[in-house]
């Protein structure tokens, strides 16, 4: 009869044995689809460059950096307004919720899930420098 330290050490060894070959054979085998194709690879990277663009520009500067360059000058006597805020300002001006004020001189500069301090950072770019009459 065998002792109990035998059997554990045959148990050990026959692992050992199995564990190898399954192992072995793992690495073998071709993965079945290539790393490069992969949904969840593609989501994780969109989500990584989100945050990334997130970090570089958190006040999140450069989204109406480029409408900005384009407005001109308030005319003489032009009642010009900027409305600054978060989704509620940021989605007025689309048309699928009603194009808010048409043909008036109101100027959207909501960001959606803007906080004090981002709007903070943002304010003399996205207000001050269009010179509204009111904000």
Do not use: H
Not at 88 to 94: E, G, K, L, P, R
Not at 109 to 134: C, E, H, N, Y
């Amino acid at each position: 009869m065998e002792t109990t330290f035998e059997l554990v050490a045959r148990l050990v060894v026959a692992l050992a044995v199995c564990g190898s070959a399954i192992f072995a054979q793992a690495q073998t085998q071709a993965p079945s689809k290539p790393a490069g194709d992969c949904a969840e690879l593609t989501e994780v990277k969109a989500k990584l460059e989100a945050a990334e663009k997130r970090l570089n520009d958190w006040p999140n500067l450069a989204r109406y950096r480029d409408e900005n360059a384009r407005v001109l000058d308030p005319a003489k006597n032009e009642q010009r307004v900027v409305f600054m805020g978060d989704s509620v300002t940021d989605m007025w001006a689309q048309p699928r919720f009603g194009g808010f004020f048409p043909g008036k001189p109101y100027i959207d500069r909501g960001i959606s899930g803007q906080t004090t301090p981002q709007m903070l950072l943002r304010f003399r770019a996205d207000v001050v420098a269009l010179r509204p009459k009111w904000l």
